[in-house]
């Protein structure tokens, strides 16, 4: 069965920290891995990854694929409180009608 | 990015009515889902709302408690039936994106309270 484990499942850290959040999955088929944040109700996108050791980036934020290893990571740099939020991570199976396979999530807290 | 507007943004409900939730989207989209989170856990997909046909419900969902329209492109309801308390949950449709297959963008989300 196709699933998405992410860790750690919270995190509290100081503004100014830097954090490195971690996806790992066995998905047959694979085809991509997206990354949201959630602060209130709904997801927003972050990254899509569907190569590897190709680090995407916006602003303090960066992430980076390796289908070796079957994981991902998110690092946010500088971290702010407006970075807390909690940060899903979803995988595609290419043969599974473009459905998202969902982590659980990890929640992050920055403390000024 | 796709624009995907939802309403209500929240409601509180009597145990056994129905509520109606919808979904517009714009044309960047392509397929559409509605996923329902309950507290304190992750994402769980409902069904894939089909454009002029039965929604693809997924296992533990079915059409009578869950009927999902989508009589065109750019829009969806869900109708969540005969509530209890255990329905208490956000729901949240989303759009897959056009021009970026796999990458889905939601709506604010619909947070249901039953009482």
């Known amino acids: 069965e196709d699933k998405v484990v992410q860790s750690p499942l919270s995190l509290v850290v100081h503004e100014g920290d830097t954090v490195t959040l971690n996806c790992s999955y066995e998905?047959?088929?694979?085809?991509?891995l997206l990354w949201y944040k959630q602060e209130k109700k709904a997801p927003t996108f972050l990254f899509m990854l569907?190569?590897s050791g190709i680090e995407k980036k916006s602003g303090r934020l960066s992430s980076i694929l390796d289908k070796k290893e079957l994981f991902s990571i998110l690092n946010i740099t500088a971290t702010q409180t407006g970075d807390s939020a909690v940060y899903l991570c979803?995988?595609?199976?290419?043969?599974?009608?473009?459905?998202?396979?969902w982590g659980l999530g990890t929640s992050l807290a920055v403390n000024p | 990015s796709a624009v995907i507007s939802q309403k209500p943004s929240r409601d509180i409900c009597q145990r056994g009515t129905s509520l109606t939730i919808q979904c517009q989207v714009d044309?960047?989209?392509?397929?559409m889902f509605w996923y329902r989170q309950q507290p304190g856990q992750s994402l769980t997909l409902i069904a894939t709302?089909?454009?002029?046909?039965?929604?693809?419900?997924e296992s533990g969902f079915v059409i009578d408690k869950f009927p999902i329209s989508r009589p065109n492109l750019t829009f969806s309801t869900l109708t969540v039936s005969n509530m209890s308390p255990e329905d208490s949950s956000i729901y949240l449709c989303?759009?897959?994106?056009?021009?970026?297959?796999?990458?889905?963008?939601f709506g604010p989300g619909t947070r249901l309270t039953v009482l």
């Open positions: 979803a995988a595609t199976n290419a043969g599974n009608n473009r459905k998202l396979i």
């Open positions: 998905v047959t088929n694979f085809r991509s």
């Open positions: 989303s759009g897959e994106d056009r021009l970026s297959t796999d990458t889905q963008y």
């Open positions: 569907t190569s």
């Open positions: 044309s960047q989209v392509t397929m």
């Open positions: 709302a089909n454009q002029g046909s039965e929604a693809t419900y």
